[in-house]
């Protein structure tokens, strides 16, 4: 029973029974309609131009909805055009100028085919939701042409909105700002499940775009934690991360797009590498940078530093944490600097590089000065970047180790578990957690090492928890024995490379494994399913996204560059609407070309499985937040009815 105390702090947004009833019709309205379509992503990874075609395409519903609708009156190139129209609405209005004999009468049909295509997207929302996410400048024109119900007078009506719109010379604008609201009117929400960042040009441009969208949540990534970890100052997360977009040629992300400064870092790369030429650190070029494009040669010799200083400042971490049990990745003792081998889990083997000037054979894990003056630099420019600051903060605002929506459960990487199948425990300061109370407790534990690290003596040690959520090897994040980057590094021999994946990835093809997964976090194990990421599907080796008999999806299929000759695709899109839940397997994005033609290979769409009954808001967690509001107003008209609470205005 709610409080008279409650009910009057409700009757201050609600004055009297006539507002109070109006929001119970509107909430009741809201209920009735169908649920809106969810999309969820996984294993971004910074590649920026594929992922937001993907957004604008709605992943290929944008597409469905034109055939639907102009099936039978535009031919197949007019479709195709109407769609790129509506993804790249710039792009296609510069090739129609130079195409169209009157590019007035194109605007007037375009406009036309847009409203249409417009109202397929959006007939799942109130009217008030569509005018909030319609383009502020012309969200009462747009709203106009949506909803003409006159039938008789629609056209002329069309006609001469239409017509102004030409003469007043904002076709072109017009056009744009429609194109965009039909992408964001054609996905009601969006959940990335982990891997924004690394190997890719722009996981900036990716969390830009984010930032504007209207409703999304992040279930973080390794990848993602590991930045996480550096925006804390922690430098074996910075040098991970430095590492890595060194390898991949990110250095406009880094410098431009962050404003990391690197300078430093190739200073003394060239001083300490100068005559080396680290013929096995050259960077993976899958991307051009275009503003700080940095020589081969150096970048191999900067890739070279930052790994050292990584294992180094790595080597310090373990030791600081017994608890981490990560002993066996102390290598840069293991080394016989003399010959040139390093014994590894009691075998002998050749290091492929064998000069290591900065490395003191007696002390290996000690940063000569240089290293620390190094370090020092770069962790200002993490602290000190507002961008990177502002992205982060935006991953903690709207992110978390896991979510449980609309029942699905929703995580990157695995629930940690024995070969048997049991939750595995992982002990902290003498108490032992696992399953969800184990993901709860590392959710604090994150959130704490960032917002409140307390007087570690050092800025930066708090961020260590994302390290070792990074590599750790009962990390739910990263679910392998180990991470073998210095074996990759500096070992020759490949069979030193191998990491063997935590008992999970094979438990999950068993259906009473994933039921005991979900009943683990309060889930119905028949009818909820697990969404997931993490480990590419190779579809082209025959392997399926769909686990436990469709109880769980893991939906990395290689949205990143440097995983689709492994997937054979370009990376999934796992949908669920008011009728099924669906997988879209993407091909790779072709940008555009010189003559300013762009080619789009459609997704192809498969359902996975189809509900029983149509679901509706009510169906939903929005739906039940949305039965308590309407039930509380009731309680409050009930109050102003009996005269417990006087009424105004």
């Given amino acids: 029973m709610i409080d008279e105390h409650y009910l009057k702090l409700l009757a201050k947004e609600f004055p009297n029974m006539k507002k109070a009833s109006t929001e119970i019709i509107n909430l009741m309205a809201i209920l009735s309609l169908p649920k809106g379509t969810e999309y969820f992503f996984s294993d971004l990874h910074g590649e920026h131009e594929s992922f937001i075609h993907m957004m604008k395409s709605a992943s290929g519903v944008v597409r469905s909805k034109i055939d639907d609708i102009f099936g039978k009156s535009l031919a197949m190139e007019d479709r195709d055009r109407l769609a790129s129209l509506i993804y790249d609405p710039e792009a296609e209005m510069a090739r129609r100028k130079i195409e169209e004999a009157n590019i007035e009468d194109w605007y007037r049909v375009t406009i036309y085919r847009l409203i249409e295509t417009c109202k397929a997207v959006s007939t799942k929302y109130t009217r008030s939701k569509v005018r909030k996410r319609l383009p502020k400048d012309y969200d009462f024109i747009i709203d106009e042409l949506l909803h003409a119900d006159d039938e008789t007078n629609r056209e002329h009506y069309y006609r001469e909105i239409i017509n102004s719109i030409v003469e007043c010379q904002i076709a072109e604008g017009f056009i744009t700002q429609l194109s965009y609201a039909i992408s964001r009117l054609a996905v009601d929400r969006l959940h990335i499940i982990g891997d924004v960042y690394d190997r890719g040009p722009h996981p900036d441009y990716i969390m830009d775009y984010l930032l504007e969208f209207h409703d999304v949540d992040f279930q973080w990534g390794n990848h993602d934690i590991v930045w996480m970890g550096a925006a804390t100052g922690n430098w074996a997360c910075i040098a991970n991360v430095i590492r890595i977009n060194v390898s991949y040629n990110n250095f406009d992300m880094l410098e431009i797009g962050y404003g990391i400064n690197l300078r ?74 003399e010959n040139g081998t390093i014994a590894i889990n009691g075998k002998t083997y050749e290091l492929r590089d064998k000069n290591f000037p900065t490395v003191d054979p007696k002390d290996p894990y000690r940063l000569t000065d240089d290293e620390e003056v190094l370090l020092n630099t770069l962790e200002a420019s993490f602290l000190e970047s507002s961008k990177l600051q502002k992205h982060i903060r935006f991953l903690y605002s709207h992110g978390a180790m896991y979510s449980c929506v609309n029942g699905n459960l929703l995580y990157h990487g695995c629930i940690p578990m024995t070969e048997d199948g049991d939750f595995e425990e992982f002990e902290v300061n003498g108490t032992k957690y696992r399953g969800k109370a184990l ?21 930066g040690l708090s961020g260590d928890i994302m390290w ?17 980057t210095f074996e990759r590094c500096f070992v020759a021999d ?73 997937t054979g695709i370009a990376g999934y899109t796992f949908i669920f609407n008011s009728r099924y839940l669906a997988l879209a397997e993407h091909q790779p994005y072709s940008r555009m070309q010189v003559d300013g033609t762009q080619e789009f290979h459609p997704p192809e769409i498969k359902i996975v499985e189809t509900l029983r009954k149509r679901m509706t808001v009510a169906d939903t967690d929005i739906g039940e937040e949305l039965k308590r509001q309407a039930d509380e107003l009731k309680m ?7 005269g417990v609470i006087k009424e105004k205005g």
């Avoid at 993901?439 to 050092?458: C, H, I, Q, T």
């Avoid at 409050?636 to 009996?642: E, T």
């Fill in 264 to 337: 430093p870092l190739a200073s003394f790369a060239l001083s300490t590498y100068g005559d080396d030429r680290c013929e096995f650190f050259y960077p993976h070029i899958l991307d051009k940078n275009i503003f700080d494009p940095v020589d081969e040669d150096i970048a191999a010799k900067m890739h070279k530093a930052i790994a050292v200083i990584q294992f180094k400042v790595e080597g310090q971490r373990i030791k600081s944490h017994p608890e981490y049990k990560m002993e066996d990745r102390l290598l840069l003792d293991k080394v016989d600097y």
């Fill in 494 to 566: 490949k069979a030193t490379y191998k990491e063997k994946t935590v008992p999970y990835y094979k438990l999950i093809e068993k259906e009473e494994i994933c039921g005991k997964i979900l009943e683990e976090f309060a889930l119905s194990p028949q009818d909820s399913h697990i969404v997931n990421g993490h480990v590419p599907v190779k579809l082209k080796d025959g392997e399926s996204p769909s686990k436990g008999k469709g109880r769980l999806f893991i939906i990395d299929g290689g949205m990143s560059k440097a995983y689709q000759k492994t």
């Fill in 439 to 459: 993901l709860d407790y590392l959710d604090r534990s994150v959130r704490r090492a960032y917002f409140d690290p307390g007087d570690s003596g050092k800025t």
């Fill in 468 to 484: 070792y959520l990074w590599l750790g090897s009962k990390s739910p994040l990263f679910g392998k024995d180990r991470m073998t």
């Fill in 636 to 642: 409050l008209v009930s109050a102003y009815k009996k």
